[in-house]
């Protein structure tokens, strides 16, 4: 049953990805199609009926290339600044969970800063959050005194924050545009605004659950407190700028016609990024242009492919490009430290 269970994500992970790709590339050379047609190019429709796999994709890539021109310089400058938004946002996540375990002090704002852009980088990009991003952490917070059972408790509370502001943003959404989750499932709007009203009642129970101070649980001596106001109020306004950030950096990228505004924007970003992470993919490669592509069928699939490609830029790649070079300073410096403690052990005491 381990081995099995070992597999089985993974396995699921896998053919999510084939089949998002596969339903990807039927779309996007079916536009083409249309595309060639509506333009009265028969040369080019001609030449797509008899393409076989690999040529219509040099095809659809040159058309995705074209839309990528497309986006103004305005568009990519406003792209870049709400990445930084977003990040910036994300290292408050760690910054409010150092308030809970009462060790922020002597923790700077600059430290934290780069651990969180080290650790949303490397997480983001290769799927496993909670693991391969709660393995960075133990190594920076570590450095700086915290014990492993308190870095749980840090990587914990940054997955709830996030997890916080998908609920809040994804229960007002259903609850003003129900509609967009028509093409995913056929829900009514009335069970959908329900759905969504449960999810912002979850949020504000919560904060009431802060207010009252309810008691810590104890696990055999583990002591798991429930976040104070000072806490609450904080996710309340730092988990859903993060997803703002995120989902402003695919608004901007898109064009202005057809543009469906910035709400159902981040409402197609919110369920095709939670559908990524549900399926485990790494970077939701694939299912995330699916459900994306599939929530907002209004505009033309090589744009939205645009679009995210901007999104897979700014938000993974040049991050995780960045990261790179700062955790191997960060490994060199340690073990130059050890290094050093380990001569000073070695050196006998004056006579």
Not at 200 to 222: D, E, H, M, N
Not at 273 to 296: N, W, Y
């Amino acid at each position: 049953m381990k081995r099995i269970k070992d597999f089985f994500w993974p396995v699921v992970g896998l053919a999510a990805v084939i089949w998002s790709l596969d339903l990807l590339y039927k779309k996007l050379r079916l536009e083409a199609v249309q595309g060639a047609k509506s333009a009265a190019d028969t040369a080019l429709e001609a030449r797509l009926d008899q393409a076989g796999f690999f040529e219509s994709l040099a095809i659809i890539a040159s058309q995705i290339g074209h839309k990528l021109a497309a986006i103004p310089a305005h568009g990519y400058m406003l792209a870049a600044l709400s990445t930084l938004f977003a990040y910036w946002a994300l290292a408050w996540y760690d910054r409010i969970a150092l308030i809970h375990l009462n060790r922020q002090k002597g923790i700077s704002w600059l430290f934290i800063t780069t651990c969180s852009f080290v650790t949303y980088a490397i997480s983001h990009n290769i799927g496993g959050s909670v693991f391969s991003g709660g393995m960075v952490r133990y190594r920076a917070y570590t450095s700086k005194g915290l014990t492993a059972a308190e870095v749980a408790v840090l990587v914990a509370l940054c997955s709830f924050t996030f997890a916080f502001g998908t609920i809040v943003l994804g229960g007002l959404i259903l609850i003003y545009e129900p509609y967009i989750v028509k093409p995913l499932a056929p829900i009514s709007e009335h069970v959908v605004r329900l759905i969504g009203f449960a999810m912002v009642a979850f949020c504000l129970l919560y904060t009431i659950g802060s207010w009252l101070q309810f008691k810590p649980l104890v696990i055999r001596g583990f002591k798991l407190e429930y976040p104070g106001l000072n806490i609450v109020w904080r996710q309340w306004i730092a988990a859903p700028m993060e997803l703002l950030g995120a989902a402003g950096i695919i608004y901007f990228a898109l064009p202005e016609q057809g543009n469906p505004g910035f709400f159902i924007v981040l409402g197609a970003f919110l369920l095709s990024f939670s559908a990524g992470l549900l399926f485990q993919v790494p970077g939701g490669v694939g299912v995330m242009e699916a459900v994306f592509l599939k929530v907002m069928p209004g505009i033309p699939a090589t744009e939205v492919f645009a679009a995210l490609l901007v999104w897979r830029l700014f938000y993974l790649l040049i991050p995780l490009a960045l990261s790179i070079p700062v955790v191997l300073l960060f490994e060199r410096r340690q073990l130059t430290k050890r290094d050093g403690a380990a001569e000073g052990e070695a050196t006998p005491p004056p006579a």
